[in-house]
């Protein structure tokens, strides 16, 4: 493997023993020490700057019912054939679903929330805004609920209230 920036084998200066360079090429395995000065490779410019919305993620893991996240995907991609402003993405819709039931919930009047689903369930990964995991674990604690049985009635009132939680519930 060839490196595109200068670099110097590392070599034993005791004959008797085998240099590590020379104990990887046996291996086929190299090893590279920049030399002093070098620009190293994970440090160029990164194609795409971290905003500050990305610095601010925090991960959800859940269970959610079969169909929903296609559901989302198609609230998606109606909402950007509408819009011709900024594009939304899945997170952006994740984000005000969860701020929805935040709301409602701080408001006094919190939902029946529903159970997670066990079967016919996948389990989904979501990045969202740290705020709002906090809010979402202190309603799970405070309610002594799971967090996934939040997302899951976040998720649904959401897409009940756009009219297309029929795909969710159908599949």
């Not at 920036?5 to 070599?11: A, D, E, G, K």
């Not at 240099?19 to 020490?33: D, E, G, K, M, Q």
């Not at 169909?67 to 509408?82: I, M, Q, S, T, W």
Request: some cysteine.
């Amino acid at each position: 493997m060839r490196s595109s920036y200068p670099v110097q084998l590392r070599s034993s200066g005791d004959p008797g023993k085998i240099a590590p360079n020379v104990a990887c090429s046996r291996l086929r395995i190299s090893l590279f020490v920049p030399q002093a000065g070098a620009r190293e490779p994970w440090k160029t410019n990164m194609v795409r700057p971290v905003t500050e919305r990305s610095a601010n993620a925090a991960k959800l893991d859940v269970a959610l019912p079969l169909g929903v996240p296609e559901a989302f995907v198609k609230l998606v991609e109606a909402r950007n054939a509408a819009d011709v402003g900024r594009r939304i993405y899945t997170r952006d819709l994740h984000e005000e679903a969860l701020a929805d039931l935040i709301q409602v919930t701080d408001g006094g009047a919190p939902p029946a929330f529903l159970a997670t689903p066990y079967r016919y369930s996948r389990r989904k990964t979501f990045w969202v805004d740290e705020t709002l995991k906090a809010s979402v674990n202190r309603i799970a604690q405070e309610r002594a609920i799971s967090l996934s049985a939040v997302v899951v009635t976040a998720f649904q009132l959401f897409l009940d209230k756009h009219g297309i939680a029929q795909h969710a519930h159908a599949a």
